[in-house]
């Protein structure tokens, strides 16, 4: 086992996990993007700093939600592109603890999630459009983009650097043990070695050395020998890759699918685009069949509260893994082909057969004639008959496979019946 497997080990066993866009965008509530998009003056938003209080901010309840829903790790985010930090940074004054809310909420959250028993993960941004040092003017992601006054202003970047690897040490120093550290994000030439990347990953590395770190920092993960700041996992967004994530050598490496629960990472009052819990159980699946895992967004409101509807799907998607998550924890690709009506998801000599649709009579399992031993209906135990039509000898094509009938009573779930 090499390095990156043994910190990575119980991360692809705990498959899923909760994404958590919070901070001052989410006051305007259009998104976490808000600033940078509406090009908003630091004035306009400062109206957001002062009035953020997180009144109804108890990530007590975030966490009992998440533990409900079968999320065993989380990632908040300490710091977005937005500059504005959710803790006690002593390198800036722009922090939730100067606000109304007055508080080091990054430390309530762990605690609480620790309590839970659910990992813990900080997001951070590297790129910052708060501080005077990071550079705005013409970077098409700054809201200082085409501000003409930002052109010839001097900036100091190593000055920048400083306070991020100071605010990262921080992050990793001050809240006890940190399970995940998640940067986002290198773009055009802000990337690896930009960020003084393999100073701050060895810095990481020496303070939480079994953490684990994403991919954001650049770099090539996929490589035969990555940079060391290349990361443990690698991050698709908003995406499930068709094949899984491979090495140059064809390797599954680990990897996380983020995805958000409607179309927007931090809160957006209007944005009721919502995914159900049927789309986000078979897309867990599918993650697990292709060795990866989902990580689930949601985007709390300004108060701090969860949506409803994000609530509501969590709490589906949780009675369904209540029942059905031996089939997901501990996981993973199967060498079976993708059956027709659904997926396999694997552990040991134990095959899940997850399935999605079918029509009428049994189900067929290709090439495992004489192989099962036994067939059991996940949920509840229930003992399914493994039998040989008559007739079905005679068609060749099917004379390797074997079926598993389901009766009446048995019938699918709804969303997914293993
Ligand atoms: C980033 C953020 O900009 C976004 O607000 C959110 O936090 C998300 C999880 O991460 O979004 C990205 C980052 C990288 C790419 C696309 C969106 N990319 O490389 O294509």
Known sequence: MNAREARTHWFLRDRLGMFIHWGL???PARGEWVRGNERMSKEHYMTYFDEFDASRYDPK???KAAKAAGQKYAVLTTKHHDGFCLFDSKLTDFKATNTPAG??????????FRAEGIAVGLY??????????????GDKAHPDRDNEAAKDKPIDFDRYLTYMHGQVKELLTNYGQIDIMWFDFSYDNMTGEKWKATELVRMIRSIQPNII????????????????????????????????IVDVNGHSIPWEACITLNDNWGYCSEDKNYKSAKQVIRSLVECVSKNGNLLLNVGPDAKGEMTCESL????????????????????G???????EWGRYT????????HVFDRGIGPIYFQGLKGKIKKARLLRDGTELKIEVPWMAEEYSDISGGAFITLKGAELPDEMDTV
Not at 214 to 237: K, M, Q, T, V
Not at 315 to 329: A, F
Request: net charge negative; glycine share 10%.
């Open 346 to 353: 694997q552990k040991g000599n134990k095959l899940y057969a």
């Open 124 to 137: 951070y941004s590297v790129i910052d459009w708060d501080h005077e040092d990071y550079p705005g003017y």
């Open 61 to 63: 309840v975030w966490a």
């Open 312 to 331: 509501n799907v969590l709490n589906e998607l949780g009675e369904w893994m209540r029942l059905n998550g031996d089939s997901i924890y501990g996981c």
């Open 213 to 244: 770190i994403d991919n954001r920092l650049g770099g090539n993960i996929r490589a035969e020998e990555p940079e060391e700041y290349a990361g443990d996992f690698f991050s698709p967004e908003q995406i499930i890759p068709p094949g899984g």
């Open 25 to 27: 965008y989410s006051i």
């Open 103 to 112: 508080r080091d909420l990054v430390r309530e959250y762990v605690d609480a």
């Open 333 to 339: 690709h199967s060498q079976l082909a993708k059956p």
